[in-house]
């Protein structure tokens, strides 16, 4: 089965710093990765996916993760955070088989000071 | 955008009531899902649908049924209501050929 841990529920930084929030899997096939935010009252929406092709992967608003198998890892990071990236982050895996079962972590809020 | 709208928006309930959520789409999706979502659990899977009247359980099935008689509604029944079951729930669709599940705006439910 597969599962995802995301490293702090909560995580701050200044306006301006880089922002990195920490993803490890677990997966007995290649996985599927994902990171979705989500803002206050809204839904999800996807940042970004690794799918097996390249390793690192580029998202909207200036996120990017790196696919690190060696590690199990697929860490999200912005080079400097801005106030509108105030929300909470969820990684997901995709569970083998055709439905596209989505495993989510328990997500990481992201708050960013001035 | 999905084409995703769920009803209702909100909902307080009393406990055991029955209560159904509906889960719309536009784009004819085959793949449909029902998540919730906890504070220290994330979002978890609780029903999904490959097909009109074709259904399968998730992670967190217990206490929840679904139904799908057309290819646009997805519905998501508390045959009677706990408050273990207050919660945010949430719809996704899978467009075909793709890898990424798109969200509806979610249903907060409050069960007295």
């Known amino acids: 089965a597969q599962s995802v841990t995301q490293l702090g529920s909560h995580v701050s930084v200044s306006e301006g710093a880089l922002v990195l929030l920490r993803c490890n899997y677990s997966s007995s096939v290649p996985p599927y990765l994902f990171w979705y935010v989500q803002y206050p009252n809204q839904g999800l929406q996807l940042l970004l996916k690794?799918?097996?092709?390249?390793?690192l992967v580029k998202g909207i608003n200036g996120f990017e993760a790196e696919f690190k198998k060696s590690e199990t890892s697929f860490h999200l990071t912005k080079p400097s955070a801005h106030m509108s990236d105030a929300a909470e982050y969820f990684c997901?895996?995709?569970?083998?088989?055709?439905?596209?079962?989505?495993?989510f972590g328990t997500g990481t809020r992201l708050q960013v000071t001035l | 955008d999905a084409g995703i709208t769920q009803s209702p928006r909100h909902k307080v309930t009393e406990t055991g009531t029955p209560v159904t959520l509906r889960c719309h789409q536009t784009e004819n999706h085959r793949y449909m899902y029902w998540y919730r979502q906890d504070p220290g659990h994330g979002l978890r899977l609780i029903h999904y649908s490959y097909g009109v009247k074709d259904t399968d359980k998730g992670e967190v099935s217990d206490g929840y049924s679904v139904s799908r008689s057309k290819t646009e509604d997805f519905l998501l029944t508390l045959e009677s209501a706990t408050s273990s079951q207050t919660s945010v729930y949430f719809c996704a669709t899978l467009p075909a050929s793709t890898d990424t599940q798109y969200f509806g705006p979610g249903t907060r439910l409050t069960v007295l």
């Open positions: 997901a895996v995709r569970a083998s088989g055709t439905a596209s079962k989505l495993t």
């Open positions: 690794y799918t097996s092709a390249a390793t």
